[in-house]
């Protein structure tokens, strides 16, 4: 068999793997019958220039000291994922455990993030996770090795940190975004009905230079952990997501 044919034929053996795994973030009864067509794969025209200007983008990320969050963090969190991704997940701002690592959702909310994805064959490898600010927002700024000590981020912090965002999106170029939150969805959106109201209607998000993207708002996974009836939502979210990357 030729090289490329048993490529793309492992390849289709890791996505049915991926597919077929069990997730238990759904309660067992309230979980739907998974679908099973595999999504196709991530365009990949220019994956070194974008992975190139993705890392110069976290230099600057790194240095930066626009608000004052920029002062109290341990480590800035620009974010995590593929540079061809085609669907970006995008949360409030990082936590105690993200500001210590440097990477976004790793908590025990990234953990069950990790499982929503999982459920409908994605993962932090194939999609790219950021954040409205990248730094740890803290009530306490004094006090990085606190836990307990986040905040939401103010509108302020989420507009000094917009271009960073806009940048990443414009190089990733996904197809679709999804908020998580109701912060994430004001920041992109602004101020409109509450996420209780939109959840789970498509709208538009456009980044200062870039292209419209179809823009997906669900609940936080911090929700879902601290009400499991939100999962059976998020649930009906994540298979209009899957039907959209499948539709393309
Ligand atoms: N919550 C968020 O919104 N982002 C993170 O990175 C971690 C927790």
């Given at each position: 068999m030729a090289r490329t044919?048993?490529?793309k034929l492992a390849k289709e053996l890791r996505r049915r793997v991926e597919l077929s795994s069990e997730s238990d973030w759904l309660a067992a009864g309230s979980r739907p019958a998974a679908t099973t067509a595999p999504i196709p794969p991530a365009k990949n025209k220019e994956e070194g220039s974008r992975t190139e200007r993705l890392a110069a983008l976290s230099k600057k990320i790194h240095a930066c000291r626009l608000c004052s969050l920029g002062a109290s963090r341990?480590?800035?969190?620009?974010?995590?994922?593929?540079?061809?991704?085609?669907?970006?997940?995008?949360?409030?701002?990082?936590?105690?455990?993200?500001?210590?690592?440097?990477?976004?959702?790793?908590?025990?909310?990234?953990?069950?993030?990790?499982?929503?994805?999982?459920?409908?064959?994605?993962?932090?490898?194939?999609?790219?996770?950021?954040?409205?600010?990248?730094?740890?927002?803290?009530?306490?700024?004094?006090?990085?090795?606190?836990?307990?000590?986040?905040?939401?981020?103010?509108?302020?912090?989420?507009?000094?940190?917009?271009?960073?965002?806009?940048?990443?999106i414009n190089i990733i170029e996904p197809k679709i975004i999804v908020t998580l939150g109701a912060s994430a969805l004001k920041a992109m959106l602004g101020d409109g009905p509450p996420i209780t109201k939109v959840r789970g209607q498509w709208r538009e998000y456009r980044p200062a230079g870039g292209a419209a993207v179809k823009l997906l708002p669900t609940f936080h996974p911090a929700a879902l952990l601290r009400d499991p009836n939100l999962k059976k939502d998020v649930w009906t979210d994540m298979k209009n997501l899957k039907k959209e990357l499948e539709s393309e």
């Open positions: 044919e048993l490529t341990l480590n800035a969190v620009p974010g995590v994922g593929s540079a061809e991704a085609r669907v970006m997940f995008i949360g409030e701002g990082p936590g105690f455990d993200e500001d210590h690592k440097g990477e976004p959702f790793i908590g025990r909310s990234g953990q069950l993030l990790d499982k929503i994805m999982e459920s409908i064959g994605l993962s932090r490898q194939t999609v790219y996770i950021a954040n409205t600010v990248k730094c740890h927002p803290m009530k306490d700024p004094s006090n990085p090795e606190a836990r307990g000590n986040d905040r939401p981020p103010t509108p302020e912090e989420m507009a000094a940190c917009r271009p960073f965002l806009d940048e990443q």
